[in-house]
């Protein structure tokens, strides 16, 4: 993870690292924070947790984002701070709804120079966002909205499993990875395990993201920590509710940092100190899909 | 339903009672949109009660859920396991709710107007908010494309505003006659708010799209109603009583949906 991130992300970069409540890669964002990367453009739907630490952590000085919140517990603290009242820092923001967001990925991925949409009618959102455009149908059939092309310098991912040429395979729900992976220059991909080529073509139609377009694959279990990872392990909701009240206070929420992110060499250390109980409690029951039979054609 | 527990004996919360009246409005209803907060307990409410074949979707990509256990967040696993489809956000708003297969928008809101206008953006101006709130996430295409607009929201002054400071999602707009022409005009397949949901009572819309109070929550009365509004109601001339939630109703709250009390306290 070190070298990949020294590599891959630089110092005034648009980086995303999507996933939707489900695969947050956690274990990237905060070796960005240790890397003290700066000048960042932070790309996300849902800025969740991983967003309010690394802008607590001053990698960032832009966020675009739909929604902005710890999912079923309430506001992120550092980052609500920084719009509110610029202290400790003053932070940008360029806001879209969901399918603005994703629109925009797909657009970046398909190099469009924009996505139509029926959104934003009559809403404050366009006139908060300038980007968001009313235009005609060039086939006469009334108005829509458009949203620009985003295209990240550098996407991050988390998945179940991917090989080692960065043919990657997630289940349960997809977000909008594959249009970030697609529409970005670079592309990072984390993994609950390294599988062998062979397991990737036995079950083709679970791959979202081709090799082709990877650049690094990281091996790193339980790096969506306190995110989910379906099948491997549960949202760990202890922590989203904790992290209310630690990123109420700048004080507490750079307290937390220090012992959390800077204070620890890698992911392995940070799993140390969470604790195998901590860990082995969120393990899910078990429930296989069926499989299919592909058939064997010569 | 089995028999209803009175007001006094067994008792019950007026976020009960919410939660309670929201779901017994999906009666009926065949695909719901499902936002995030308290729109999330009713519909999975609604689910196990009055509406047991309706479809629950959910923006993070899933149709047809079947959640074990109340999602602690609209991007839960249980609503991936047993569910009918797994879909890409992209598939989800393109196909599903732009392409007109959703019946209800299911929204909480932090500001609503008597027209049902939304605002969860911004407490005071946009630049610089006195609140900043968490924004659209898919509540804004949702209002505009599902077919009609349930809301589920706690009344008071600071919520029923006179003027919302942001418009996230637009509702009956300035009144019914232009919200129904700039629909026509520009092709929206909803035709917005029909009922808004609160600890209170039941309001739904009339003739000139503004809100109308039919229903009055047990125990609620029209001066709490009147004293946790920024305008003058519009009230019906003769308001019904909610009817109290049953003790399934209360069971599966407190015993399956709820059981830390983080919605209904």
Known sequence: ?298 | MSEVVPVGAAGFSKSEMMIVAAARELAGQRVCFVGVGLPNIAVNLAKRTVAPDLELVYEAGVFGAEPARLPLSIGDPTIVTGSIAVVSMYELFSFYLQGGLVDVGFLGAAQIDRFGNINTTVIGDYAHPKTRLPGSGGACEIAINARQIFVIMRQSARSFVERIDFRTSAGNLGGAEKAERIRREQGWLGRGPSVVVTDLGIWHFDENGEMRLDSLHPGATLDEVRATIGWDPHVAPSVAVTPAPSREELRLIREELDPGGTYTK
Not at chain 1, 1 to 30: K, P, Y
Not at chain 1, 42 to 65: C, N, S, W
Not at chain 1, 114 to 128: G, I, K, N
Not at chain 1, 166 to 172: D, H, K, R
């Open chain 1, 1 to 298: 993870m070190r070298d990949a991130i020294a590599d891959l992300v630089r110092d005034g970069d648009t980086v995303a690292i999507e996933g939707f409540t489900h695969l947050i890669s956690f274990a990237a964002g905060h070796e960005i924070i240790r890397q003290r990367k700066r000048d960042l453009t932070l790309a996300r739907l849902t800025p969740d947790l991983i967003y309010d630490q690394m802008i607590a952590g001053g990698v960032a000085r832009k966020l675009i984002f739909s929604w902005l919140g710890n999912p079923g517990v309430g506001g992120l603290g550092a980052i609500r701070r920084r719009i509110e009242t610029g202290e400790p820092a003053h932070l940008e923001i360029e806001e879209y709804s969901h399918f603005g967001m994703v629109g925009r990925y797909t657009a970046g991925a398909s190099n469009l120079p924009f996505f139509p949409l029926r959104s934003y009618f009559e809403t404050d959102m366009p006139v908060a966002n300038p980007l968001i455009r009313e235009i005609e149908s060039p086939y006469g059939d009334g108005k829509v909205y458009a949203v620009p092309p985003l295209k990240p310098d550098v996407t991050i991912v988390h998945a179940q499993r991917a090989d080692a040429h960065g043919n990657t395979q997630v289940w349960g729900l997809l977000g909008c990875q594959k249009e970030a992976a697609f529409a970005a220059d670079r592309v990072i991909v984390v993994v609950e395990e390294l599988v062998d080529e062979a397991v990737i073509r036995a079950d083709p139609n679970r791959t979202i993201i081709p090799g082709l377009i990877v650049d690094a694959v990281v091996v790193e279990p339980y790096g969506a920590h306190p995110s989910y990872v379906q099948g491997a392990y549960d949202r760990d909701n202890r922590f989203y509710l904790d992290w209310d009240a630690i990123t109420r206070d700048e004080a507490t929420t750079q307290e937390w940092l220090n012992s959390w992110v800077y204070g620890l060499d890698d992911r392995g250390a940070y799993l140390e100190k969470l604790g195998a109980d901590r860990i082995a409690g969120l393990r899910p029951g078990s429930a296989p899909s069926g499989s299919v039979d592909y058939g064997d054609y010569r």
